[in-house]
């Protein structure tokens, strides 16, 4: 299947020194991550018994922070200044409680790095780890460079950072294979095998032979060569603190009294973009419908961004329409997920098989699927499937949110966090990937 480019694409220009200077200054004023040369202080709770020491490496900053003082330019359609602040959650979202950001869909690497400074798990001796995280913020760098059309350019701080890893002492322990990185983008952005499709804006970062040895967690994997990538969830709007709050949401969640049964929120494609075809119809079925609620994405409207109303608008539905787009997957799943609202697929790859570490393999539990003969009456299919097997659809739905969700790294601050997040279960995951459940010596 041909895949189509993502739709943030090419960035161009030296940006005048001014400019640099100038988001530097705001960056330093307005917003805070923490300084390289200062790692917070190690975390005051325990590591849970079955849970992996893992040791993060210091890089130098231009493979992480450095980046950020260029966030005005990082993406072409949108100035990520606001989006990298608190660490990568993104703003505080007015209205709500203190744990709701206004989270940026491509920042996992930030989110997850963030939670795992802070993390009880992490040890300060890397001699003690079992797992070795290199918090390189590649999606970053990879959508700085969509537009520089010298490949070697593109290609440069991917190649200077698996230099920089061989180097490494602890790298030759295992050649690699307790090491890992987490990639806020799709694994596609990362994989540019033929060059005289470069204008694509993919590097080759994953094709390196020093990052096949490690593992890749990535929010898309890429299904039929991605040997080493493993789906995490895109991060959504909710970082909780602890589990009284978690509680709370899935307990109003559960209660919201679902109006319509189904909804959508996104937009059309380009009829070239044959991945995506089902959107039309999906569009014209909606609007159709009394039954299905709808936030259009169209260009130019930033509607389909604002966490309240596509939260309030999913919370209202029985059922959430999740067809591919520019790529297989999307962060409206783990929106409608937040929602209680039961997904459905019409791709394989849109979850099924990206998060087969957070999703049960029972995936008709919790989703519905909708082959290409059913695309022409989505409302008649979802009308015959019967309230009380909904109703134990969204119980597992609600149950999947803790492990969806990227808790608010200052948790451990305080007390126990009280449930496993995602990256909990990315690090459990991983340690049973890397050492099936022995210790490493
Ligand atoms: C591309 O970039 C590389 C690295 O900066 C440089 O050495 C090379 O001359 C550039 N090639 C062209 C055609 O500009
Ligand atoms: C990758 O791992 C293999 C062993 O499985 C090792 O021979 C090779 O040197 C490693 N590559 C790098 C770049 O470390
Ligand atoms: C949980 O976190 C919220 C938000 O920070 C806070 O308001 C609340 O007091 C906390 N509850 C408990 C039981 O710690
Ligand atoms: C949606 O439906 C209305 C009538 O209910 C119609 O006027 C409009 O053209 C439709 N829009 C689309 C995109 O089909
Ligand atoms: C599905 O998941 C269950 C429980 O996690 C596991 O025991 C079972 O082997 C899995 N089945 C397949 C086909 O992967």
Same mark, same amino acid.
Not at 111 to 132: E, G, Q
Not at 254 to 272: D, E, I, Y
Not at 330 to 350: K, N, Q, W, Y
């Given at each position: 299947?041909?895949?189509?480019? @993502?739709?943030e ?9 001014? &400019? ?6 705001i ?7 923490? &300084?390289p040369?200062? !790692? !917070?202080? @190690? ?9 992996p ?6 890089l ?5 922070h ?7 330019s ?16 993104g703003?505080?979202?007015?209205g ?56 070697t350019?593109?290609?440069?701080l ?18 690699g294979?307790?090491?890992f990185?987490?990639? +806020? ?23 390196? !032979? ?18 080493n990538?493993? +789906?995490?969830?895109?991060p ?7 589990r ?23 937009g ?21 419908s ?23 608008l ?9 067809p @591919? ?17 039961v997904?459905?697929?019409f ?27 059913q ?8 009308g ?15 149950d999947?949110?803790? &492990? ?11 007390d ?13 995951e991983l ?6 459940g022995?210790? @490493?010596?």
């Amino acid at each position: 299947m041909a895949l189509s480019p @993502p739709r943030e694409r090419k960035h161009s220009k030296l940006i005048p020194l001014l &400019s640099i200077f100038f988001s530097l200054w705001i960056i330093l004023l307005l917003f805070s991550f923490p &300084s390289p040369s200062s !790692p !917070p202080p @190690p975390p005051t709770s325990q590591c849970p018994q079955d849970m992996p020491k893992f040791y993060i490496y210091n890089l130098p900053s231009n493979f992480n922070h450095h980046l950020l003082h260029h966030c005005k330019s990082l993406n072409i359609y949108t100035n990520m200044c606001p989006y990298v602040s608190n660490e990568g959650l993104g703003r505080q979202l007015s209205g709500k409680s203190s744990s709701w950001f206004v989270t940026h869909q491509f920042l996992a690497e930030m989110v997850f790095h963030a939670r795992a400074l802070r993390h009880p798990c992490r040890t300060l001796d890397p001699t003690s780890a079992n797992l070795f995280h290199v918090p390189f913020y590649a999606g970053l760098y990879a959508s700085s460079h969509f537009r520089t059309a010298n490949l070697t350019l593109r290609d440069e701080l991917a190649v200077t950072f698996s230099d920089y890893l061989t180097r490494q002492p602890h790298w030759h322990r295992h050649h690699g294979r307790d090491h890992f990185i987490v990639v +806020g983008r799709t694994a596609w952005d990362f994989m540019r095998n033929d060059d005289s499709t470069a204008d694509f804006g993919a590097n080759r970062l994953l094709l390196l !032979p020093e990052i096949k040895n490690m593992t890749v967690l990535t929010v898309e994997r890429q299904p039929w060569a991605g040997r080493n990538q493993y +789906g995490i969830p895109y991060p959504s709007y909710f970082h909780p603190r602890n589990r009284s709050e978690l509680t709370s949401w899935q307990e109003l969640v559960r209660k919201s009294t679902r109006t319509h049964l189904f909804s959508f929120v996104g937009g059309s494609r380009p009829a070239a973009n044959q991945m995506a075809a089902v959107r039309g119809e999906i569009l014209k079925q909606c609007n159709a419908s009394a039954q299905c609620l709808q936030v259009e994405c169209e260009a130019g409207t930033s509607r389909c961004y604002e966490p309240d109303r596509v939260l309030n608008l999913m919370m209202r539905a029985e059922f959430c329409l999740q067809p @591919p787009g520019d790529s297989f997957t999307r962060r409206s799943v783990f929106d409608s997920i937040l929602a209680g609202c039961v997904p459905v697929f019409f791709s394989e790859h849109t979850a099924y098989t990206q998060y087969k570490w957070y999703m049960p393999n029972r995936t008709q539990d919790w989703s519905v699927f909708l082959g290409s003969d059913q695309w022409i009456r989505i409302e008649e299919e979802l009308g015959k499937i019967q309230k009380i097997q909904i109703q134990q659809m969204r119980i597992q739905i609600i149950d999947l949110i803790p &492990s969806m969700t990227y808790a608010h790294p200052d948790v451990v601050h305080g007390d126990e966090i009280g449930f496993r997040d995602a990256v909990d279960v990315a690090l459990v995951e991983l340690n049973r990937l890397v050492w099936s459940g022995r210790k @490493p010596v």
